[in-house]
């Protein structure tokens, strides 16, 4: 079927139900920012494949809500299906929110599955177009009969993480909960959001591509915990494990009938903003208390036993990239390449170090042009060749035993014209700027992200996107509730303070459509520096170690202590790696890589 001749089956489909506005969101029931294939509902329908975005559909027309790192990618892959591309916060796009009350009058009833979306979007979404008339309605899932060849749900299974790889106990981490939980008068925490659920359980799964969880839900009482899992992938050891820590194994979907019966006796405690519509339904008119999920705030801060971890995972990691980094350097002049090519040989090296398991991301490969959309990743048909002039820009990461990394690196292939080598430099600088702050404690992210925009926003330039997000510790390459980011802070969860042991991205950019794009990406943790008659000031150690490229670098673009830092940096990437280079060629590389300017 055609997108076209997708969207007229939809339509049927909601005409039987008496829907006039039906909303499809990217979501699953865990409010997961990937999912799993079989959830994949908003791409099927539309043809757009990027990870964000919001489809309307009326009788006569349809839209879909995207944010500026898919507006180029939209543009394309959007054309001649008859949705409208709605870039978001671009001047005179109206909001979701906005576009919909536009088309609201009385006795209009708008769907949503509400298995999808989170109690506080459906009363958000309730209250405003009630007001105007309008009736907002469970739509259940139109798409069982409509996707013929859907993707089952997964079925790999369920690993324990030893709890000495951890740093915690199953035990230690419920007791804290409970902590919480008393503290706020309830008997019953249900977590619905996966990387919490793993960590909380120190489990891991393939449910998700590239990122280690399990489709679950769990809830926590006083005297023991319930585990709603699909039951084939817990093996009887993992059964048994979870058990002496006071864990029962319950069928995946038995979540919403335990709600329903555990509601009439006990005290809920809820995070509306991750928890389905569909559960709350479930409580049948009782009331929960409404917070958010406190494991939200204890997996951001990493315990010394996973710090340990993740230097030593961005070790492999940053072996394998620098290695490859020697490859391309040495033969990107002497053999064709293309994108797929080059992102296929990054792949080979990760798979060389002994705690790899998986990528933690999609790869981003990304030349010339192709480069300027954020979250490129290349086809059959974009495949660009590589040539020996302007800038690779690769954005990858991995998933190892004792950690997850995030790493951005953009090569010089050839010839770099001023412009170019400008930008280059400025993206550096503004690297360096946020990696080399001091602060006291409490600030938040939003406040430092002017620190990285600095030097590009002296240039007249912008990149829309936020500067860095939280990292997990073998889970979510995506964590909150730490980021560097001005705007939507408070709308995204994050508003927490950067305090030690938070480990969050550090990734300014430069995009030029039609043109390039540049990217550096390094991982800060945030460390204690000192305490003094005027607070704790805090700063950040950068645990990725790998060269940026010197061949794109104006040195005298860059104050001394800029120059410092980078020389110091490099020095440090030179002592972890060097060890893990395999031959005399590359030793040699890695000493000039790394030769302080």
Known sequence: MTVSERLTAFRKKMQEKAIDIMIVPTADPHHSEYLPEHFKTRVWLSGFTGSAGTLTITADDAALFTDGRYFIQAEHQLMGSGIELMRMRAAGVPTLEEYIEGKCHTGIRIGFDYSLVSQQEMEKWSKRWNEKGAEVVDSGDLFKELWADRPALPTAPVCILDHKIAGESVSAKLTRIREKMKEKGTTVHVISVLDEIAWTLNVRGEDVANTPVVLSYLAVRPGDALWFVDEGKVSPEVRRALSDEGVSIQPYDAIYDEVSRLAETETFLLDPSNTTARIYASLNGHTAVEEKDPVYFMKCIKNEREIEGLRHCHEQDGAAVTRFMYWLKTQADVREMTEMEASDKLASFREMQPDYIMPSFDTICAYGPNAAMMHYKATAESNAKLEPTGFLLIDSGGQYT?????????????????????????????????????????????????????????????????????????????????????HESASRGEEAAIVPGMVTTDEPGIYLEGNYGIRTENELLCRERETNEYGTFLEFETITYVPVDLDGVNPEAMSMDERAWLNVYHAEVKRRIMPYMQTDDERAWLEFATRAI
């Open 402 to 486: 004792d950690g997850t990394t995030d790493i951005t690196r953009t090569f010089v292939l050839g010839a770099l014209s001023e412009e170019q080598r400008q930008h280059f430099t400025a993206v550096l600088r503004s690297v360096i700027r946020l990696a080399s702050a001091r602060f006291l404690s409490g600030m938040q992210g939003k406040s430092l992200d002017v620190l990285a925009r600095g030097p590009i926003w002296d240039l007249g330039i912008d990149y829309r996107c936020g500067t860095g997000h939280g990292v997990g510790f073998r889970l979510n390459v995506h964590e909150g509730p730490n980021s560097f980011r001005w």
